[in-house]
């Protein structure tokens, strides 16, 4: 046992935290140990998470090391101001006309005071920390994964400290790519500093992990030692063996996760309006299913349409509940931001989808990495929100075969992104 090389890995989210943002380092956590590598994870004391979950406590290894220190953030003061800065931390916002001088006020304040992000004091503290924990425990590799960004300068400054130190910094997102950082509302000097620390961590960090082929190639050009490792699903957290969709009487459509205004497929809800109130036999059976957090702004227009009586909205649930309700599906909704900077975004919920067998329904720009993952897999179709007569069709074409009793179950070519392999694959990349 002694032989394993041992990797400590800096991350904000760690259980009882909740989120996709979670499972990542939770699982490589989980299989690294059967790879040779033994993990220490360093995580703040006191954190201020978006999202519980204490289902995932389950899966932190129980003779994991866990180094804890405080952090002190703004994020308590910043909701006492206002409400909806809440939203903030899992980095959603309000946008266009849903926008109030309050919070474009903490928008602003977000973007130009605390860069990367308000996580930002944690750096010096942890820097300091950790120096010490170096010298006198022997690690072999450092991974930061972020967001938030600010834990990449926890790495950075102790690389600059001790140039020797193996680095790995882990994009779960991009950094002055991510969708929300032209909503940032930044002055050119701030814009500058997040781009120049970006490329400080590029250049600086051993390895760039990303989890997006594109992502991936985005980082090489900015100067990046870069590799894609993307997220995955894990066979221990799936019910398919035992579950079959136990609900036989709805043709149920499921969107499972935090939705907000920025990914809002408005043509998908335009299409199944037009569905319940053409067709007959697709309104008796269709359930529109929300298990998660769902913006107020996208329930209140659903909400006042035909689709009103045929909405299921269960709230947000735990990890587990909600792999079920995947399972109890018929098909699965994926969206994410429609601008063309989006293509390298998978989000992690697709691989959990993948797992089900269940058919996908995906909402991005053209040429998305998603949309390549389906083709691969062959486990559903990617659409623009331009496409309205395409969906149509898909969705009708669907429902027919669940009506004939022949919507099979479809798992060809999808344990490459099992959440074992993918560790394996990050071993060898160690190694």
């Known amino acids: 046992m002694n032989s394993q090389k041992k990797i400590l890995i800096i ?8 989120g996709p ?35 995932l406590v389950k899966d932190v290894p129980k003779d ?25 931390k899992a980095g959603q916002f309000d946008v266009g006309k849903n926008q109030s001088w309050k919070s474009r006020l903490s928008i602003w304040v977000r973007g130009n005071f605390f860069i990367p992000d308000a996580r930002v ?8 920390f950790l120096e010490n924990y170096l010298k006198e425990n022997k690690i072999d590799v450092v991974v930061t994964s972020g967001p938030p960004h600010s834990l990449h300068l926890i790495g950075l400054n102790l690389k600059k400290k001790n140039p020797g130190l193996k680095w790995i910094a882990d994009f779960r997102d991009p950094w002055t790519e991510i969708s929300y950082y032209k909503h940032l509302k930044l002055t050119k000097s701030s814009d500058n500093k997040h781009r120049q620390l ?20 985005n980082f090489r050009k900015k100067g990046a030692n870069s590799f894609c490792i993307t997220n995955g699903f894990d066979e221990s957290d799936s019910v398919t063996q035992t579950l079959k969709n136990t609900d ?20 998908l ?39 009103k009586k045929h909405i299921n909205n269960l709230g947000y649930l735990s990890h587990d509940k909600a792999v079920k309700e995947m399972e109890n599906s018929d098909l699965l909704l994926i969206t994410n931001f429609p601008n063309d900077s989006s293509k390298g975004i998978i989000p992690g919920k697709i691989f959990e989808y993948l797992a089900t067998g269940k058919q996908i329904i995906s909402f991005g720009p053209d040429d998305a990495d998603v949309s390549r993952i389906l083709n691969e897999t062959q486990a559903g179709k990617h659409f623009s929100y331009d496409d309205s007569q395409m969906v ?39 190694d």
């Open 11 to 18: 991350t904000y989210y760690w259980p009882p935290a909740g």
């Open 21 to 55: 943002g979670v499972q990542r380092w939770l699982k490589f956590a989980k299989y690294l140990p059967e790879f040779g590598w033994k993990p220490v994870i360093y995580t703040p004391e006191n954190p201020s998470y978006p999202l519980l979950d204490e289902s």
């Open 64 to 88: 994991i090391e866990i180094v804890k220190t405080r952090i002190w953030e703004p994020y308590q003061l910043a909701e006492k101001l206002n409400k909806s800065n809440k939203k903030f």
């Open 121 to 128: 004091f944690w750096v010096k503290p942890s820097v300091t």
């Open 198 to 217: 970006e490329s400080e961590v590029f250049k600086n960090a051993d390895i760039t992990l990303a989890t997006s082929y594109t992502d991936a190639e």
């Open 248 to 267: 036989q009487q709805n043709f149920t459509l499921s969107y499972i996760g935090v939705l907000e205004q920025l990914r809002n497929p408005e043509n």
């Open 269 to 307: 809800w335009k299409v199944l309006d037009d569905l319940v109130q053409e067709n007959s036999s697709f309104a008796k059976s269709f359930i529109l299913k929300f298990a998660g957090r769902i913006d107020d702004k996208i329930l209140q227009t659903i909400e006042n349409s035909a689709l």
């Open 392 to 430: 149509k069709e898909f969705i009708l074409e669907k429902f027919d075969l669940w009506k004939n009793g022949n919507l099979l179950k479809n798992t060809q070519s999808i344990e490459q992104f099992s959440r074992k392999n993918l560790t394996r694959k990050l071993a060898e990349i160690l």
